[in-house]
């Protein structure tokens, strides 16, 4: 097939983030990356609508993104398709409606997908690099956490979209700066019963993994701030292992800092500081009760799903 290019745009809870990417038949080939925390999802676990200013906010950062867009157009292909998706916050608004009129205005038709279907774009983009292997992937986001468990390159074993993320636990528990230990326990409390089901579903299943693969901003962080990234370094974070003894360390550290003080943290994106505390305990919990000794850091996740299924669809 011959070469074509496509615009993924996933608008989570916390950041807004674009895959322009190039397929033909040897895969597909990452042109450019764009990310920006524009926080969509503030406010939304108490009030169920998504605020205007948070609205005005992921516009904002998508006219920058179309601008961007317009440089990869060629005559050969004038017009790169947008494949737009929206995950928990969105589906979570009674005013998801409204944001998608607001989007439909600038051109990009975006589409609310429900959990299941996050989670199985999110298996498909990071899975491609292990072939034969059976992966459970996490992805922790604002809103919910996706388990999938399954073997790379067929369709996932068993799906799960939990309403549990690092934006909902930090506005649901965390009322202190840093938080309180028992606040703390009482979100521990609340998300791992909700985990141990799904874990315990797998075990009677007889479904064992050969990996555990952790997508997204909080799994990513964990990379950079060990290794102090000054530069954020998508080559030195993808693929990366790291141990539980790493992941429990920087929790620990993170849980017993002011928001502030995370600010300053080096290999931390200054405003993802309010939200990360909760989102290393999420994924430290999952980790913990798949009984693994920590996991392997992907950088491809759902945008790579998403264009993988757009160029399918087209073929």
Same mark, same amino acid.
């Given at each position: 097939?011959?070469?074509?290019?496509?615009? !993924?745009?996933?608008?989570?809870?916390?950041?807004?983030?674009?895959?322009?990417?190039?397929?033909?038949?040897?895969?597909?080939?990452?042109?450019?990356? !764009?990310?920006?925390?524009?926080?969509?999802?503030?406010?939304?676990?108490?009030?169920?609508?998504?605020?205007?200013?948070?609205?005005?906010?992921?516009?904002?950062?998508?006219?920058?993104?179309?601008?961007?867009?317009?440089?990869?157009?060629?005559?050969?292909?004038?017009?790169?398709?947008?494949?737009?998706?929206? &995950? +928990?916050?969105? %589906?979570?608004? +009674?005013?998801?409606?409204?944001?998608?009129?607001?989007? %439909? !205005?600038?051109?990009?038709?975006?589409?609310?997908?429900?959990?299941?279907?996050?989670?199985?774009?999110?298996?498909?983009?990071?899975?491609?690099?292990?072939?034969?292997?059976?992966?459970?992937?996490?992805?922790?986001?604002?809103?919910?956490?996706?388990?999938?468990?399954?073997?790379?390159?067929?369709?996932?074993?068993?799906?799960?979209?939990?309403?549990?993320?690092?934006?909902?636990?930090?506005?649901?528990?965390?009322?202190?700066?840093?938080?309180?230990?028992?606040?703390?326990?009482? !979100?521990?409390?609340?998300?791992?019963?909700?985990?141990?089901?799904?874990?315990?579903?797998?075990?009677? %299943?007889?479904?064992?993994?050969?990996?555990?693969?952790?997508?997204?901003?909080?799994?990513? +962080?964990?990379?950079?701030?060990?290794?102090?990234?000054?530069?954020?370094?998508?080559?030195?974070?993808?693929?990366?292992?790291?141990?539980?003894?790493?992941?429990?360390?920087?929790?620990?550290?993170?849980?017993?800092? &002011?928001?502030?003080?995370?600010?300053?943290?080096?290999?931390?994106?200054?405003? %993802?500081?309010?939200?990360?505390?909760?989102?290393?305990?999420?994924?430290?919990?999952?980790?913990?009760?798949?009984?693994?000794?920590?996991?392997?850091? +992907?950088?491809?996740?759902?945008?790579?799903?998403?264009?993988?299924?757009?160029?399918?669809?087209?073929?």
């Amino acid at each position: 097939m011959n070469a074509t290019r496509y615009a !993924a745009i996933d608008i989570g809870t916390v950041t807004c983030r674009m895959l322009v990417a190039e397929v033909d038949d040897a895969g597909i080939r990452a042109l450019h990356r !764009a990310y920006g925390i524009t926080n969509l999802g503030e406010g939304v676990d108490a009030s169920g609508a998504l605020k205007p200013e948070a609205i005005d906010r992921v516009e904002a950062q998508l006219r920058e993104y179309l601008a961007v867009l317009d440089t990869f157009r060629t005559p050969e292909q004038p017009e790169i398709p947008i494949i737009a998706m929206a &995950t +928990s916050a969105s %589906r979570d608004a +009674s005013n998801a409606d409204e944001f998608v009129a607001r989007l %439909r !205005a600038l051109g990009i038709e975006l589409t609310v997908i429900p959990g299941e279907r996050e989670a199985g774009l999110t298996f498909a983009g990071a899975t491609a690099a292990f072939p034969g292997e059976t992966l459970l992937v996490v992805d922790v986001g604002g809103g919910s956490t996706e388990l999938v468990v399954g073997q790379a390159g067929q369709e996932p074993q068993m799906v799960h979209s939990f309403n549990i993320g690092c934006r909902r636990v930090t506005e649901r528990f965390f009322h202190t700066d840093p938080p309180a230990a028992g606040e703390v326990a009482a !979100a521990d409390a609340w998300m791992r019963p909700q985990f141990q089901e799904y874990f315990d579903e797998m075990a009677a %299943r007889g479904i064992g993994i050969d990996r555990l693969v952790a997508v997204a901003g909080t799994a990513t +962080s964990v990379v950079s701030m060990h290794k102090a990234m000054a530069v954020y370094d998508t080559t030195q974070v993808h693929g990366a292992p790291v141990t539980k003894a790493t992941l429990d360390a920087i929790r620990d550290r993170m849980l017993g800092m &002011t928001v502030e003080e995370r600010r300053h943290v080096v290999g931390l994106d200054p405003d %993802r500081a309010p939200v990360i505390a909760a989102g290393m305990l999420i994924l430290e919990a999952v980790v913990e009760i798949a009984g693994t000794d920590g996991y392997t850091t +992907s950088e491809a996740d759902i945008l790579e799903g998403i264009v993988m299924d757009a160029a399918r669809r087209n073929a």
